[in-house]
């Protein structure tokens, strides 16, 4: 047996016994056991992080997925190893998918921690996971790829095509609606999903798919083929050859994820019309790795891109129309002089090399050239004012216009639970011109600040034809969802925010141009209300008391306290003439 200063392999993160040779010496009786000879003990070790569930339909590709990871890295000369972790779907994760994401991330770090792997292929798809393992192995500082499941196939409907979610959100509007009945939104039901994969518009899942590519942690062209199509598979197997030369050249992820690279998905996520989801998880990623969110310019960057991918909910077409239209790749080119080309990818080579090699453009309709966006500027703004002292934010472009400059009295609803009561009660006072106010349920109040942003339409309004209303909170809203709604107001009601002190009747004035969230109620008065806000009962016990007590606010990224690194080097995104500062370990 040999003793070797920086092991690597199975000789790697020995289980200690106080005696490293006997640690090796089970841990082959155990290979052995499973059937394989010494001869893996010469190869790098690559983990494949497999988050299989029979809850998580959108990772519903993963044997085969795996099985083109395996393939790939054995043709590369490496032994493949996929264990698991846990694996969250919006629809199976009570109360909140967003309340088990960092329970995720910490799963996937401290497995990348304890297993003896030279390099980890991450593969993630529903909304949550990619984030979680990007924050995990981050932290864990490993030589890491992220490998997407792919988005689903659309279905037809009577003839039209239709898609998760953006198409859920709008039948069920107009069953709530009574403009169709009960047959037809039961026969829809069976049509929204057309196969295994994650949401077929620029949801959030498409969207940290599109930001991984632009971060430089998946391959160039991995972002955008649909989970069912033979190009998702050669894609697994180009990631596991690729996961061996991560390994051998000890490519750890903190030299991919610089400032410079998070720069980089900030404005593909802003010219994609993305998620605003992906903003709290590009906070808690760059968290991980040392650098702060600054909201401010955040805005300035979004205020000179330009929205040019039509997809649902903003635009009009499916992840599978963008892979066809030539995918992230494609964006990235047309948008290349906003981008910082000398940033480093999983690849070894920087984004410039890589899209310099991206296949020539052809005509489609689906990427907009620069001279005709789908929307000029500022997809995302941020907006400040005595309501959102620390900020919160509005998706303009998938917003009504004539309301982004909107003044209208506050129905107050206490909670979800006071909203689920109330809002369809033929008896509340409410018109159009009113703006529906929800507070608690932001990241501690709810707790997990779940996908309540996108507050339903009152039914007796729905019902007399309006589509939309300014709406206000401070939790998300699923990046499939449209409307002009106002998320992520910090602090929140259950952490002090002036949120808590809106009361029915106050007026609210939202003003996108000027950047302005605010109630006509003078500081003295809102902090005399503060003063009367009963606190809430929280968590005693478990994983729900650890959240409330270290969950950050949403420009933090909801990450837990404990887990951000412990020194802070950068903001991100950089201001114009500011400099980039290396990727650093937590
Ligand atoms: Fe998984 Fe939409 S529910 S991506």
Redesign the pocket.
């Known amino acids: 047996m040999t003793s070797e200063t920086s092991p690597t392999g199975l000789r790697s993160n020995l289980v200690n016994y106080g005696d490293a040779e006997f640690a090796l010496f089970l841990r082959k009786a155990f290979i052995k056991g499973a059937g394989y000879s010494d001869d893996v003990l010469e190869r790098p070790v690559i983990g494949i992080v497999d988050t299989e569930s029979g809850f ?3 990772h519903g590709n993963m044997p085969e997925l795996i099985k083109a990871v395996e393939r790939g890295v054995m043709m590369a000369g490496g032994f493949p190893v996929s264990f698991p972790t846990i694996s969250l ?3 199976f994760s009570h109360p909140t998918s967003m309340f088990l994401r960092n329970l995720m991330a910490m799963d996937t770090e401290e497995m990348l921690r304890a297993l003896p792997v030279d390099a980890v292929v991450l593969i993630g ?3 949550k996971t990619v984030p979680a393992q990007l924050m995990g192995a981050a932290s864990a500082g490993r030589p890491a790829i992220q490998l997407v499941t792919g ?2 196939l659309t279905g037809s409907h009577r003839g039209r095509t239709v898609g ?2 953006t198409d859920c959100r709008a039948f069920w509007g107009r069953y709530r609606a009574e403009e169709i009945d009960d047959a037809e939104i039961e026969e829809v039901n069976g049509r929204l999903v057309g196969s295994v ?3 077929s518009v620029a ?4 969207t940290m798919a599109a930001v991984a590519e632009a971060l430089g942690v998946a391959l160039p062209g991995s972002a955008a083929p649909p989970a069912v199509t033979a190009e998702r598979m050669r894609v697994a197997e180009m990631t596991g050859r690729r996961a061996v030369g991560l390994a051998e050249e000890k490519l750890d992820i903190n030299q991919i994820l610089t400032p410079a690279a998070f720069d980089n998905a900030f404005r593909v996520l802003l010219a994609m019309g993305g998620s605003t989801n992906a903003l709290v998880h590009l906070a808690a990623i760059a968290g991980r790795c040392g650098y702060t969110l600054d909201l401010d310019a955040f805005d300035a960057m979004s205020l000179e891109t330009p929205v040019l991918v039509n997809l649902k909910p903003a635009g009009a077409h499916y992840m599978e129309d963008l892979h066809r239209a030539g995918g992230v790749q494609r964006l990235m080119t047309e948008i290349s002089d906003l981008l910082d080309l000398d940033t480093l990818t999983v690849t070894g080579r920087t984004l410039g090399e890589e899209l310099a090699e991206a296949p020539a453009p052809y005509p489609q309709d689906v990427i907009r050239p620069r001279e005709d966006p789908i929307y000029p500027a500022g997809s995302i703004a941020v907006l400040r004012g005595n309501l959102a002292p620390a900020g919160a934010i509005i998706k303009q472009a998938a917003a009504a216009p004539a309301l982004l400059e909107h003044t209208g009295r506050a129905v107050v609803f206490e909670d979800a639970a006071d909203l689920a009561a109330r809002i369809d009660d033929e008896a509340l006072d409410v018109t159009a011109d009113d703006v529906l106010v929800l507070k608690n349920i932001g990241p501690v109040g709810a707790p997990g600040m779940p996908e309540g942003g996108y507050i339903p339409i009152p039914r007796k309004l729905a019902r007399a034809g309006v589509k939309d209303m300014v709406r206000i909170s401070d939790g998300r809203m ?1 990046g ?1 969802a449209a409307g002009t709604i106002v998320l992520h107001v910090s602090p929140e009601a259950a952490a002090g925010g002036p949120l808590a002190v809106v009361r029915d009747g106050d007026t609210v004035t939202l003003s996108v141009k000027d950047r302005v969230l605010a109630i006509d109620v003078d500081d003295a008065e809102i902090a005399r209300r503060l003063a009367l806000v009963e606190v809430r009962p929280k968590p005693k016990r478990g994983y729900a008391k650890l959240f409330v007590e270290e969950v950050t606010q949403a420009e933090e990224g909801c990450d837990f306290r404990f887990l951000q690194a412990e020194e802070t080097t950068a903001a991100v995104p950089r201001r114009a003439g500011s400099t980039g500062t290396a990727g650093v370990s937590s």
């Open positions: 998580n339909p959108c779907h919006e629809s798809g529903c909304d988005s689903m998760a979610c994969g994650t949401c949801g959030t899942a498409s699923s499939t």
